[in-house]
T-cell receptor
Framework: DQQVKQNSPSLSVQEGRISILNCDYT??????FLWYKKYPAEGPTFLIS?????DKNEDGRFTVFLNKSAKHLSLHIVPSQPGDSAVYFC??????????????FGTGTRLQVTL | GAVVSQHPSRVICKSGTSVKIECRSL??????MFWYRQFPKQSLMLMAT?????????EQGVEKDKFLINHASLTLSTLTVTSAHPEDSSFYIC?????????????FGDGTRLSIL
């Protein structure tokens, strides 16, 4: 049972344009959401998070939107840069995870930013 | 930022060998550390939650006697894969969560590529 889903395995965006990565979840008990970026042969790097009491959180070029009623979150990167090319994982945690700190990860979306 | 160091980065060994992987939080104290396993083109699957000074909490389907976890201090957790077999070959990643109130992100090490011949 995949509680966190990233339905797009890959995405290609031109440099300078906006990248939008999507994530859906099924467990309404999740109340904390995160996005991680991962390069090959490295561990994930934390990018940005959002609590369920908010619907938007912004940090530089990265903005995360949360739609609780739709159980959907998205990561916007604008403008996209070639160095953003990586695999992006969304993760969810909170009461739905059994403990407050346990995370459930999506399957990842590979972003390719082209010149 | 929070840094987590994982060692070794790569291990190649014969079937039946036991392999120890270390996970250290370098600039913060981690009351909770996590061990994940990732198969190619799949998500990170949580294996166990390691709590300093107490027994680890294993996820369903993960063998406790196969994957031994020790969290002896606030900055170090170890995962020992005992009597490893080829099916244990995978990418193992640890993470550490800072203490404190409210939600805190997990910070990840760079992973260990384990190959059992």
């Amino acid at each position: 049972d995949q509680q966190v889903k990233q339905n797009s395995p890959s995405l290609s965006v031109q440099e300078g344009r906006i990248s939008i990565l999507n994530c859906d979840y099924t467990n309404s008990m999740f109340d904390y959401f995160l996005w991680y970026k991962k390069y090959p042969a490295e561990g994930p790097t934390f990018l940005i998070s959002i609590s369920s009491i908010k619907d938007k959180n912004e940090d530089g070029r990265f903005t995360v939107f949360l739609n609780k009623s739709a159980k959907h979150l998205s990561l916007h990167i604008v403008p996209s840069q070639p160095g953003d090319s990586a695999v992006y994982f969304c993760a969810a945690g909170g009461r739905g995870g059994g403990t407050a700190s346990k995370l459930t990860f999506g399957t990842g979306t590979r972003l390719q930013v082209t010149l | 930022g929070a840094v987590v160091s994982q060692h070794p980065s790569r291990v190649i060994c014969k079937s039946g060998t036991s392999v120890k992987i270390e996970c250290r939080s370098l600039d913060f104290q981690a009351t909770t550390m996590f061990w994940y396993r990732q198969f190619p083109k799949q998500s990170l699957m949580l294996m166990a939650t390691s709590n300093e000074g107490s027994k680890a909490t294993y996820e369903q389907g993960v063998e406790k006697d196969k994957f031994l976890i020790n969290h002896a201090s606030l900055t170090l957790s170890t995962l020992t894969v005992t009597s490893a077999h080829p099916e244990d070959s995978s990418f193992y990643i640890c993470s550490a969560r800072e203490g404190g109130p409210g939600n805190q992100p997990q910070h990840f090490g760079d992973g260990t590529r384990l190959s059992i011949l």
